[in-house]
């Protein structure tokens, strides 16, 4: 009564160590940098030509394959919930977003560094001023924690020369949907 079958290579993951006690059911690790479990991809593949030899159809995904397509689906569902509504998401599941830095804080060498240190009674003030006379021209938001202000791709973009003569320095930066908002790239105007 069954019409295909799917094996995925056991995983250990952090997460499961604990509740799995997978050491002490024998299993180890397959490697320092693989989360595969010993013995599971050939248990699988010895299982599949099992199946297959029945003339069962079947596949097998191997941890690898796991983590590369659905990690780039899990990034999109997040982006997709984390975007801000004038935010755009890409294939991989990064934000682009169109980001007016003010001077003192565009990144670059040491960049997490100048966050945790930078005097926020003296930025969050001028960005606040800042942003309210972006918010004249367009949608925005003021992002405290990396003390930068948040606007439309297309109208940073457009906008490079109107926002250099407010002081503040237009970049296009595809970060990931995620707590720290990891940037991957950024592209200055």
Same mark, same amino acid.
């Given at each position: !009564? ?6 995925? *290579?056991? *995983?250990?993951?952090? #997460?499961?160590?604990?509740?799995? @006690? ?5 299993? @180890? ?7 595969? &479990?010993?013995?599971?991809?050939? !248990? /699988?593949? #010895? ?18 394959? @796991?983590?590369?397509?659905? !990690? ?17 998401? #890409? ?12 001077? #003192?804080?565009?990144?670059? &060498?040491?960049?997490? *560094?100048?966050? @945790?240190? /930078?005097?926020? +009674?003296?930025? $969050? ?8 006379? =972006? ?8 992002? *405290?924690? %990396? ?9 940073? %973009?457009?906008?490079?020369?109107? $926002?250099?003569?407010?002081?503040? =320095?237009?970049? !296009? &930066? +595809? ?15």
């Amino acid at each position: !009564m069954v019409d295909f079958i799917n094996f995925n *290579e056991l *995983e250990r993951s952090d #997460t499961q160590a604990e509740h799995y @006690k997978l050491d002490a059911r024998g299993y @180890k690790q397959r490697g320092s940098i693989s989360y595969g &479990v010993q013995g599971s991809r050939e !248990m /699988a593949i #010895t299982l599949l030509t099992y199946a297959w030899s029945k003339g069962l159809s079947g596949h097998f995904c191997t941890a690898q394959l @796991k983590d590369s397509v659905q !990690m780039r689906q899990r990034l999109r569902i997040r982006a997709s919930h984390a975007a801000l509504p004038f935010d755009e998401c #890409t294939e991989e599941g990064l934000l682009l977003r169109g980001i007016p830095y003010v001077p #003192t804080m565009v990144p670059g &060498v040491a960049y997490k *560094e100048k966050l @945790k240190t /930078a005097n926020r +009674e003296v930025i $969050l003030p001028e960005l606040t001023r800042l942003l309210r006379a =972006v918010e004249k021209m367009t949608q925005a938001v003021l992002d *405290e924690k %990396k003390l930068r202000l948040i606007a439309p791709p297309a109208f940073v %973009k457009k906008n490079a020369t109107k $926002l250099k003569k407010m002081r503040l =320095v237009p970049a !296009m &930066v +595809e970060e990931y949907p995620t707590e720290d908002a990891l940037d991957v790239t950024i592209e200055f105007f």
